[in-house]
T-cell receptor, first 114, second 113 residues
Framework: GAGVSQSPSNKVTEKGKDVELRCDPI?????LYWYRQSLGQGLEFLIY????????KSGLPSDRFSAERTGGSVSTLTIQRTQQEDSAVYLC????????????FGPGTRLTVL | GQQLNQSPQSMFIQEGEDVSMNCTSSSIFNTWLWYKQDPGEGPVLLIALYKAGELTSNGRLTAQFGITRKDSFLNISASIPSDVGIYFCAGQNYGGSQGNLIFGKGTKLSVKP
């Protein structure tokens, strides 16, 4: 079946502009995660959605970052007033949320802030 | 916050060699996972470990969940060219439910020139 998909695959923006990144999780997966991967680094947790529960936003680096998940499926990560340090690959993952810890990742969106 | 130390940072392999990498943590995890990431792609799960002391194999890959719950290793036997990539360990915080994973910074495998 289809895996996690993300769009766009690449995004170049100017400093100060807002960007929206989209994630389509695997159908039926109730848990959705956003991570950020800077060059040569591991993955940094940003936010986690589980079903209808309030999201865990503990990893968001500043109030310029927000995310929502509509209808328990598609998620959008929004970065307002982008800064150059926001440049990274943003990865989305989903899992079944039924006692399983395997997270399945999308290909990521590479964000470059000029 | 909780951190994972993954080593080595990089290594060069020759086809047929065995490879070993490990992760250590300052605190306990109740789940360890190993992922591989190829350029331009998201990480792909290789092995998941759920019990202290557990030893699990997936083809030429073998991973163990340390008895103290603070470490894990991954071995690759008889490496082949397609093994190159970046390998990440990841742990889930003890007592968490379905929360985020904590990732190591990765071990980059390259082919010896």
């Amino acid at each position: 079946g289809a895996g996690v998909s993300q769009s766009p695959s690449n995004k170049v923006t100017e400093k100060g502009k807002d960007v929206e990144l989209r994630c389509d999780p695997i159908s039926g997966h109730t848990a959705l995660y956003w991570y950020r991967q800077s060059l040569g680094q591991g993955l940094e947790f940003l936010i986690y959605f589980q079903g209808n529960s309030a999201p865990d936003k503990s990893g968001l680096p500043s109030d310029r970052f927000s995310a929502e998940r509509t209808g328990g499926s598609v998620s959008t990560l929004t970065i307002q007033r982008t800064q150059q340090e926001d440049s990274a690959v943003y990865l989305c993952a989903s899992s079944t949320g039924q006692g399983a810890f395997e997270q399945f990742f999308g290909p990521g969106t590479r964000l470059t802030v000029l | 916050g909780q951190q994972l130390n993954q080593s080595p940072q990089s290594m060069f392999i020759q086809e047929g060699e065995d490879v070993s990498m490990n992760c250590t943590s300052s605190s306990i995890f109740n789940t360890w996972l190993w992922y591989k990431q190829d350029p331009g792609e998201g990480p792909v799960l290789l092995i998941a470990l759920y019990k202290a002391g557990e030893l699990t194999s997936n083809g030429r890959l073998t991973a163990q969940f340390g008895i103290t719950r603070k470490d894990s290793f991954l071995n690759i036997s008889a490496s082949i060219p397609s093994d190159v990539g970046i390998y990440f360990c990841a742990g889930q915080n003890y007592g968490g439910s379905q929360g985020n994973l904590i990732f190591g910074k990765g071990t980059k495998l390259s082919v010896k020139p």
